[in-house]
């Protein structure tokens, strides 16, 4: 065991796949060399030299393309996009070819890249360091989409994603890529060596996709959330002082429904909560499938909290994002609810 | 050649700890490229994609077909917008190490590119520009105080606090809004000018972009569209050598230079020694006319050297020699037309020095003047139920609930 922030933990699953399978090649901007602008592939080139950390020409279309090629070819790319807020010029790669492939060629051709970006805010990097656009790959079939809220789970999911054989869209909330953030600005930084899941085992282990984790096991009400916000829902529900079940569902997509299910029946209640923008975002299929598979059980109705449907403004960074007082008037009304 | 295939990983000349070393960047003389007519056919001048045009000899003094024969109050005007820009740009970044702002990002090193390009225009004319056009915002108008407005995200914030730090926009000043999306303007500036062409207007449009976002499709998206429809752009390429930690050979510049891009669709490149103002001023009136005359669009690519960090979170000590712009063969664009207007008689050290001290005492009075509309910590503070705000042209009803909701969680 070793304690590593997320940025470590990822780096790990990198160079544990990257030994093991000299398939697995890296290109992104400045991944190379420079080992990324933040850091998760410091260290990688070095040891696996240039022909598999690959830096790349600014073109995210070119940069998913081309590593949908090499997957064609017998390679297991990763792509990284430096911020997910750059993912969209590669977006028709994305729905048109990554997500398709096998299906249209009747399971004959595939290509597993797996894509990691950093997303989500609350680092003042102003609308577009900072966006959380996972619902918009969460409606594509055919693409895994994934979520980690911790070091642990990031270094086990990630290593998961890169041996699958379908391309799996990975999401890496920045705000926690140094410690965990429970939505409170003011309160001094956090690192990851006191959290029970900066403790990362050195070697190979995975997490599976497809799982989502109860953190928190309670019986007055259930929150489903995912990313930094899993955070933010332990220390609002501490705030309102409810016994809540927090579930973090990690994999977006496909969804483990069950998990979320067998909640919710327990608890009879349920507040969603996400940081990505509230209309049509993931949030809404959540309440759509406990709706439909827990209807009878519900004592109240569910609750939803998200950002709010603007941009993510620079000055505004802490009214936007859904913070502990948004989170605990979520609850308080789920609870309140006959 | 090898009997397999083979993968070419482009390397810089240097890396940290090695000797910087230009030998790649192919110069010319001063002097020593032609100037054609604004009607030359492109195809024949294509050499001047390759070449270099430069004005300024070693000796500071202007050479060749190409100088503009500038009066030397108009030099000494751009001389003065580069050293504001420069004062500027130094200023904020300490602003930004203190605390004060929560990002910067310098031009150091390629101010005659905004300053030479912006007394090239005309004011009709429209820009779309990149985060390292600082001096193209100065030269236009906009005041020091509102763009330090727009960096504190304060209550005069042009942005309405919207956006990060140097993310500037002037709508009088024909100076469009500037994204955090690497190229996207270089469309915009195509379609701009092509509505120029059916408005029947001779306003042009001019864009800017760096070596490294040449990748991006829009620039591709930009070049074609200029070329079908001959629009009146002039499509700027600022190649400073390094896009973050890359430099530009990871954009393809290793064996065909930037301005050579548009020469398969038939736009002519001018390949321009980016810290000769006068090269720059020269080449941008050349295809400015033309453009103007129906001429089409033309791409120019300006060779300088990123004197800074990319930006306040960037330590390129990391990835390139610590000295490397100390040896950039093509030097610093403020030093060489001080020189020239040295060597010529229409500039001194004492007045050089006296105008750097008047720009500290103008940058530092806007400074504090700009601090009483608000800093990140100190009211006055915008009101963030603008945040819903202009987002559509009226605010709809979901948005009105949640702004509401929003007031009544912050009291
Ligand atoms: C679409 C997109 N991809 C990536 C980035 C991140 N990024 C910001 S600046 C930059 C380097 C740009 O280099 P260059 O075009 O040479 O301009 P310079 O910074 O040198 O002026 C990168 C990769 C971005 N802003 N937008
Ligand atoms: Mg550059």
Known sequence: ?338 | MSTKSRLHIPHPSARPGDKPDFSYLNLAPAGSADKPSIDAKPRDIEHLSMNLVRVLDDEHRAQGEWNPNLDPEKLQVGLRWMLLTRVFDERLWQIQRQGKISFYMESKGEEAVSIAQGMALRAGDMCFPSYRNTGLYLYRGTKLVDMMNQCLSNTKDMCKGRQLPVLYHNKEANLFSLSGNLGTQYPHAVGWAMASAIKGEDHIAASWLGDGSTAEADFHHALTFAAVYQAPVILNIVNNQWAISTFQGFAGGERRPFAARGIGLGIPGIRVDGNDFLAVYSATLWAADRARRGGGPTVIEHVTYRGGAHSTSDDPSKYRPKDEWASFPLGDPIERLKKHLIAEGHWSDEQHIEVIEEYRVKVGAAWKEAQKFGTMTDGPFLDPAGMFDDIYAEIPEHLVKQRQQMLELES
């Open chain 1, 1 to 338: 065991m070793a304690q590593m922030n997320m940025i470590e933990a990822i780096r790990s699953a990198l160079d544990i796949v990257m030994e093991k399978d000299p398939n697995v090649v890296i290109m992104g901007e400045d991944v190379g060399y420079f080992g990324g602008v933040f850091r998760c592939t410091d260290g990688l080139q070095r040891k696996y030299g240039e022909h598999r950390v690959i830096d790349a020409p600014i073109a995210e279309g070119g940069i998913i393309g081309a590593t949908i090629g090499m997957g064609l070819n017998g390679l297991r790319p990763v792509a990284e996009i430096q911020f997910a807020d750059y993912i969209y010029p590669g977006f028709d790669q994305v729905v048109s070819e990554l997500a398709r492939i096998r299906y249209r060629s009747a399971g004959e051709f595939f290509s597993p890249v797996t894509i990691r970006t950093p997303c989500g805010g609350g680092i003042r990097g102003g609308q577009t360091h900072s966006q959380s656009p996972e619902a918009i790959f969460t409606h594509i079939s055919g693409i895994r989409v994934v979520m980690p809220s911790n070091p642990y789970d990031a270094k086990g999911l990630l290593i998961s994603a890169i041996e699958s054989d379908d391309p799996v869209v990975f999401f890496e909330p920045k705000r926690i890529y140094n410690g965990p953030f429970d939505g409170d600005p003011e309160k001094p930084a956090v690192s990851w060596a006191s959290h029970p899941k900066g403790e990362v085992p050195r070697g190979y282990y995975t997490v599976p996709l497809g799982s989502a984790d109860v953190v928190e096991e309670g019986s007055e009400l259930t929150i489903i959330t995912y990313g930094t916000l899993v955070h933010v829902a332990q220390a609002a529900a501490a705030l309102v002082g409810v016994n809540a079940e927090i579930i973090d569902v990690r994999s977006l997509s496909p969804l483990d429904t069950t998990t979320l299910t067998e909640s919710v029946k327990k608890t009879g209640r349920c507040l969603i909560a996400h940081e990505a923008t509230r209309f049509s975002g993931f949030g809404a299929e959540l309440v759509a499938t406990v709706q439909e598979e827990c209807f009878f059980h519900l004592e109240a109705p569910i609750e939803r909290v998200a950002g709010w449907d603007t941009p993510y403004p620079h000055a505004f960074e802490w009214q936007y994002f859904p913070g502990q007082k948004r989170l605990a008037a979520g609850i308080r009304k789920v609870m309140e609810a006959q």
